[in-house]
């Protein structure tokens, strides 16, 4: 006899919570009956999947392994759901997307903006993060795919990764920074600065390593790192850091004089700009996209086509 669904998800209960009456209770069971199902897994796979003593519950490396795939069999359970009630219903449902910080911003919320005209009735739900941590999301099964710079993800895996292009940023401090009084500064006076950023990818993180003459990435003058657009904003619009973002991010900033762009000397040409990010669309290659999927990543390759310039290393478009 095979595991079932609800076997399998007591297992994971149980691994989370390390703890028989904390997992039961997730299980809305009592700690008897819970106990016997997982008695009953163990039995069908003729494995120990738990150790067990008066106070504690402790997983064992067969129960680590069989808790992975447990996972990626619910997930694929949960698509499979998912798709049934989108079918059912005329595309209802939740689209759960990720993307990263600066993407979401001049990418990924017009998109969302359009699907939107596209099928009313679908919620939509987006992660913003640095492109590691969606790709864990994305093997749990919480988001469906996710938009990012695809430079540090691993070529090969359970994933497909779409590029879509690439786009540039720039240096931008507040318009009063003693820097801004120079039209132009040059690579050793961006030294004396220091930088706020999201995460950086390593292989940008390299390039703009060797850009300022440091030997190792971990001398890179970063003192502030974050998620969040609108805290790095506020963090630079506070202090003398600069950062280091898409122009287009601060549109309205840069336009009331609250922050100004910093033209760095030789950095005007996109294939010598060393913080270029390379734009994909990453999703799992074995999980079925739903029809409103599909039509979501049609509407993003419209809009990568329409909005990254061509070429070797492409420029984020205005959005004018």
């Known amino acids: 006899m095979l595991p079932n669904v609800r076997e399998l998800q007591h297992l994971v209960f149980l691994a989370e919570e390390r703890h028989f009456a904390r997992a039961a209770q997730r299980a809305f069971l009592s700690q008897s009956a819970f106990s016997r199902s997982v008695g009953a897994l163990e039995a069908q796979l003729g494995l120990r999947l738990f150790d067990r003593d008066s106070r504690h519950v402790y997983i064992t490396a067969d129960g680590e392994r069989i808790l992975q795939l447990a996972r990626r069999l619910l997930a694929s359970a949960a698509d499979l759901s998912r798709e049934a009630e989108l079918l059912r219903g005329g595309e209802v449902g939740t689209l759960a997307l990720g993307s990263g910080p600066y993407t979401a911003v001049l990418f990924t919320v017009p998109v969302i903006t359009q699907a939107r005209q596209e099928f009313h009735k679908v919620r939509f739900r987006l992660e913003v993060d640095h492109s590691a941590a969606l790709l864990q999301r994305l093997e749990a099964g919480d988001i469906h795919l ?40 040059s690579v050793e006076q961006l030294l004396r600065l220091e930088l706020a950023s999201v995460h950086i990818p390593h292989p940008i993180r390299r390039r703009l390593s060797e850009a300022l003459g440091f ?19 506020e963090f630079v619009m506070r202090s003398d850091a600069a950062i280091i973002a898409p122009a287009s ?72």
């Open 215 to 233: 030997s190792h990435v971990e001398l890179l003058p970063v003192v502030f790192e974050c998620e969040s657009v609108a805290v790095l904003k």
């Open 146 to 185: 996710f938009l990012s710079d695809v430079q540090e993800l691993p070529a090969s895996g359970p994933w497909e990764i779409e590029p879509l292009g690439s786009y540039g940023s720039m240096v931008i401090c507040r318009a009063d920074h003693p820097m801004a009084r120079h039209p132009i500064i």
């Open 249 to 320: 991010l601060f549109e309205h900033e840069i336009r009331a004089g609250l922050l100004t762009q910093l033209t760095v000397e030789h950095w005007d040409a996109p294939h010598r700009n060393p913080v270029q990010v390379d734009l994909g669309m990453v999703w799992m290659a074995d999980r079925t996209p739903t029809t409103a999927m599909r039509i979501l990543m049609d509407l993003v390759r419209q809009h990568a086509a329409q909005r990254l310039m061509p070429g070797a290393q492409r420029q984020l478009a205005s959005a004018t």
